[in-house]
């Protein structure tokens, strides 16, 4: 019995368990519809939020479809034949714009309170002495509207809007229109007034309200309103307009066909006359007193001339015995073709001057150009250099200029004696080159000086005067000085025609000119013609003591020179 009953509860708790859990399920798809309900009820409400748009304070901005437009006044006037039509309208016909636009100009040109008014007119018809119009003042009471010139004040910099604005109108007469910008507010019970002045004469019109006119914005341009009437009034008003600039175009072409006419007149009066002044210049230089007169020169110009015809006739002379003795010299390379004029100087040269580039075989390879053409010589280094100016190289088509402006053509192991006679014009002087001496100094004892101090310190080598073959002034001239080590052997010579000793603070600066350095076999001209060599280091009293040129006075005037072989 016992054991039925357990069996019985155990079958009760089953069914019950399975009861609860049918129950559970059916619970938990109402809770998961549920929920997607408010997730969608949600997103919907979400979205509507978002579409909706909404102001600075959280409330809803309902757009507007149409919004009223601004106030507008007409009137009309006629006199003396004329019709005067007038028209005040706000700047813009939308009032959120026209707002906008006024606290806008007031911030920008510093404006008092009020709004922009535009104030169209037009004068209409035709009289035989047609009124001038002065631009019109507007009234509204008490209140009259200013225009927006007299108030604004002027930006310091260019402002296109500022000069749109603040344009005044011209008098206005009969068949034209023009527009004003006033600013200002009208009182809310009165009706706006213009008052005319036509002359001296002033006249007050009333303006009646109207509808909003299909006018443009920009005041600059006017159309035609379109009236209660309906569009035939336009119509009609349109083609007279057409008709009227029609009339004006054509009556500026015809005024331009006139202009023309006259032009061509007066360009066939300027031939005659210009064919007539050659029919005078023909029978004029048919006579030869008149031809005489004309080819005449004054005594200035052909001195001039005859001076020019020397230059190139000793410029060409030049050249021709240059191009001789540059192949005598073995520079086959150059071929001399354009030798141009004397150039004076100092120094003096020829010019321009054109040469032919030849290789080994004769064949043309190039060509070199040059302003000025002159020589430089050393009777000591033997050497003989062309110098060209201001010039370039030309070659394979391209032009390269010299460098620095100069190109030096050296000629070594030659006696520049016969160039100096040849070509005294293309050097620096007459004498260039040339052995001098003043006969103030001994120069066997100018020697033997100089070879004494330079001898004080052997330690790294010194330098030696070989030969000296005159002194003038203070320049020591066809000088041969050898570099030595301190083994007494020789390391290079310097042969100069001239040289010249400074003292620099406690150094002694050897000037050298017009000459080269001799290495073994190796002869390099000095560059630029000027070598220095600075000696640091020495004793600058022993030299300062020293009787040497540039250094100290000449021993004494009159002293009779040593033979030739002594100082050489």
């Keep these: 019995m016992a054991g039925l009953v357990e069996r019985q509860q155990e079958e009760g708790l089953e069914q019950g368990r399975l009861v609860r859990r049918g129950r559970a399920g059916r619970a938990g798809v109402f809770?998961?519809?549920?929920?997607?309900?408010?997730?969608?009820?949600?997103?919907?409400?979400?979205?509507?939020?978002?579409?909706?748009?909404?102001?600075?304070?959280?409330?809803?901005?309902?757009?507007?479809?149409?919004?009223?437009?601004?106030?507008?006044?007409?009137?009309?006037?006629?006199?003396?034949?004329?019709?005067?039509?007038?028209?005040?309208?706000?700047?813009?016909?939308?009032?959120?714009?026209?707002?906008?636009?006024?606290?806008?100009?007031?911030?920008?040109?510093?404006?008092?309170?009020?709004?922009?008014?535009?104030?169209?007119?037009?004068?209409?018809?035709?009289a035989e002495s047609a009124p001038t119009l002065a631009p019109p003042r507007v009234v509204c009471g008490d209140v009259e509207l200013a225009p927006l010139a007299e108030l604004a004040r002027a930006p310091l910099e260019p402002d296109p809007l500022f000069a749109l604005l603040s344009a005044r109108p011209p008098a206005l007469q009969g068949g034209e229109r023009a527009a004003l910008v006033l600013w200002g507010e009208l009182e809310p019970d009165a009706l706006p007034q213009v008052v005319l002045a036509f002359g001296a004469q002033e006249t007050n019109l009333p303006l009646t309200p109207v509808e909003a006119l299909d006018l443009p914005r920009s005041y600059a341009r006017l159309a035609q309103p379109k009236g209660p009437r309906g569009a035939a009034s336009g119509a009609a008003s349109g083609e007279e307009a057409l008709r009227a600039e029609i009339a004006r175009l054509e009556g500026e072409l015809e005024r331009e066909r006139v202009r023309r006419a006259e032009r061509e007149l007066a360009f066939q009066a300027f031939r005659s006359e210009l064919d007539a002044l050659e029919v005078i210049r023909d029978r004029l230089l048919g006579k030869p007193e008149v031809t005489a007169a004309i080819d005449a020169l004054t005594p200035e110009e052909e001195e001039a001339q005859a001076a020019a015809e020397v230059a190139r006739a000793r410029a060409a002379e030049l050249g021709r015995a240059l191009a001789v003795r540059m192949k005598l010299e073995g520079l086959r390379g150059l071929d001399l073709l354009e030798s141009g004029s004397l150039l004076s100087g100092p120094p003096a040269a020829i010019g321009p001057v054109v040469f032919r580039v030849l290789d080994e075989r004769g064949r043309l390879t190039g060509s070199l150009s040059a302003e000025r053409l002159r020589l430089e010589a050393s009777s000591a280094a033997r050497t003989l250099t062309l110098v060209l100016e201001d010039g370039f190289e030309s070659r394979a088509g391209e032009r390269v200029p010299f460098l620095e402006g100069t190109r030096r053509i050296t000629l070594t192991d030659v006696d520049p004696e016969g160039w100096f006679e040849d070509f005294p014009e293309l050097f620096d002087g007459p004498d260039a080159g040339r052995t001098d001496d003043d006969g103030r100094w001994r120069l066997a004892d100018v020697r033997r000086e100089l070879n004494r101090l330079f001898a004080l310190d052997q330690r790294g080598g010194w330098y030696r005067l070989h030969s000296l073959g005159g002194v003038r002034d203070t320049r020591l001239n066809e000088v041969l000085l050898e570099e030595l080590e301190a083994s007494g052997r020789v390391r290079?010579?310097?042969?100069?025609?001239?040289?010249?000793?400074?003292?620099?603070?406690a150094s002694l600066v050897l000037v050298l000119k017009d000459g080269a350095i001799v290495r073994g076999e190796e002869k390099v001209p000095f560059q630029d013609g000027v070598y220095r060599i600075v000696l640091p280091g020495i004793a600058p009293e022993a030299w300062r003591a020293a009787a040497l040129p540039g250094l100290a006075p000449p021993p004494g005037a009159g002293t009779e020179r040593e033979a030739a072989g002594d100082g050489r």
């Design 492 to 505: 290079r010579r310097f042969l100069a025609d001239g040289m010249e000793l400074f003292l620099e603070d």
């Design 31 to 126: 809770s998961l519809g549920l929920v997607v309900g408010f997730l969608l009820l949600g997103y919907v409400v979400l979205r509507a939020l978002e579409l909706t748009p909404r102001g600075s304070s959280g409330r809803a901005l309902v757009r507007q479809v149409e919004e009223a437009p601004g106030p507008a006044w007409s009137g009309t006037l006629t006199l003396d034949g004329l019709q005067l039509s007038l028209w005040l309208l706000p700047l813009h016909d939308e009032p959120t714009l026209e707002r906008f636009r006024a606290r806008a100009l007031r911030e920008r040109y510093a404006l008092p309170p009020g709004v922009p008014w535009r104030l169209v007119y037009a004068l209409e018809g035709e």
